[in-house]
Nanobody, 123 residues
Framework: QVQLVESGGGLVQPGGSLRLSCAAS???????????MTWYRQAPGKQRELVAD???????TYVDSVKGRFTISRDNAKNTVYLQMNSLKPEDTAVYSCKVQGVLRTGVPFVSWGQGTQVTVSS
């Protein structure tokens, strides 16, 4: 089983920056490949939304509201996906979670979720 652990959340003033990390741990040796790595967020009273994702080939997509401010990247050697968040706005306040879709060495696909990290943008 693969666990995902997010870190890097916190309280930041509007216009500030944070870098979130999501590292995979556990039975890494059972993993054949990490395919799509995704960041989601959910603000109080709102539906969860996809913020950004990145494929194994490095192709990225972003929700319109973060384009030009957020950057998703991955370090395959460390089994980690990052979300660099710049020019943060109060409306970015949410719990941010990562999700990884991959394939085990047995050929069985899997999906793992992290527990989430709180990002609060406030003066």
């Amino acid at each position: 089983q693969v666990q995902l652990v997010e870190s890097g959340g916190g309280l930041v003033q509007p216009g500030g920056s944070l870098r979130l990390s999501c590292a995979a741990s556990g039975r890494i040796g059972s993993i054949g490949s990490f395919n799509i790595m995704t960041w989601y967020r959910q603000a109080p009273g709102k539906q969860r939304e996809l913020v950004a994702d990145i494929t194994s080939g490095g192709i990225t997509t972003y929700v319109d509201s973060v384009k030009g401010r957020f950057t998703i990247s991955r370090d395959n050697a460390k089994n980690t996906v990052y979300l660099q968040m710049n020019s943060l706005k109060p409306e970015d306040t949410a719990v941010y979670s990562c999700k990884v879709q991959g394939v085990l060495r047995t050929g069985v696909p899997f999906v793992s979720w992290g527990q989430g990290t709180q990002v609060t943008v406030s003066s």
